[in-house]
T-cell receptor, first 110, second 119 residues
Framework: RKEVEQDPGPFNVPEGATVAFNCTYS??????FFWYRQDCRKEPKLLMSVYSSGNEDGRFTAQLNRASQYISLLIRDSKLSDSATYLC???????????FGAGTRLFVKA | GAVVSQHPSWVICKSGTSVKIECRSL??????MFWYRQFPKQSLMLMAT?????????EQGVEKDKFLINHASLTLSTLTVTSAHPEDSSFYICSAPTGLAGVGSYEQYFGPGTRLTVT
């Protein structure tokens, strides 16, 4: 079983749609959780941290369920510029070493 | 925010030669840096953890004699791909963790990556 698993994708959605990404992790002692965004042929960039209390930043909402070892990302009112690969990221028990999910590709179309 | 640079951004080399990639933290000290490799349409795979003042820690399946890592200072780590072969062609990215994401939570700042093509 992979340490971090994501929806395989790709997701093709029209502008304005709401899209949800799901992620599960295998190590119950994992420390920190993030969503990163990666554009084609570029390095990943932090989108947002994920907390058990939930985290919202504009159109983006992230949620962590430690009991289920499940992380989610919701994008509302999707824009063309949201087209990218979304990476679920988990750090180890020391909070340092980073494990990436395989990523879910999103295509937002006009 | 924290900035990490990489050099070169792309390199083409002949099979059998060695290539050195530099990763620098520009406005903060990084006692630890991470090196990743990403093949097309795949996710980042952690290759090794670079530690300033000590030996690097390699992930399972990564040849330490082929991918030489030197963490020369608190702001510089280098990855040398020795005797490169076409299958080593990939996107190599470094990152450095910072404590800016909160107590015990380390956000990774990534370099822009180095695209290596071995002919």
């Amino acid at each position: 079983r992979k340490e971090v698993e994501q929806d395989p994708g790709p997701f093709n959605v029209p502008e304005g749609a709401t899209v949800a990404f799901n992620c599960t992790y295998s190590n119950s002692a994992s420390q920190s959780f993030f969503w990163y965004r990666q554009d084609c042929r570029k390095e990943p960039k932090l989108l947002m941290s994920v907390y058990s209390s939930g985290n919202e930043d504009g159109r983006f909402t992230a949620q962590l369920n430690r009991a289920s070892q499940y992380i989610s990302l919701l994008i509302r009112d999707s824009k063309l510029s949201d087209s990218a690969t979304y990476l679920c990221v988990v750090t180890d028990t020391g909070g340092f070493k980073t494990i990436f999910g395989a990523g879910t590709r999103l295509f937002v179309k006009a | 925010g924290a900035v990490v640079s990489q050099h070169p951004s792309w390199v083409i080399c002949k099979s059998g030669t060695s290539v050195k990639i530099e990763c620098r933290s520009l406005d903060f000290q990084a006692t630890t840096m991470f090196w990743y490799r990403q093949f097309p349409k795949q996710s980042l795979m952690l290759m090794a953890t670079s530690n300033e003042g000590s030996k690097a820690t390699y992930e399972q399946g990564v040849e330490k004699d082929k991918f030489l890592i030197n963490h020369a200072s608190l702001t510089l780590s280098t990855l040398t791909v020795t005797s490169a072969h076409p299958e080593d062609s990939s996107f190599y990215i470094c990152s450095a963790p910072t404590g800016l994401a909160g107590v015990g939570s380390y956000e990774q700042y990534f370099g822009p990556g180095t695209r290596l093509t071995v002919t």
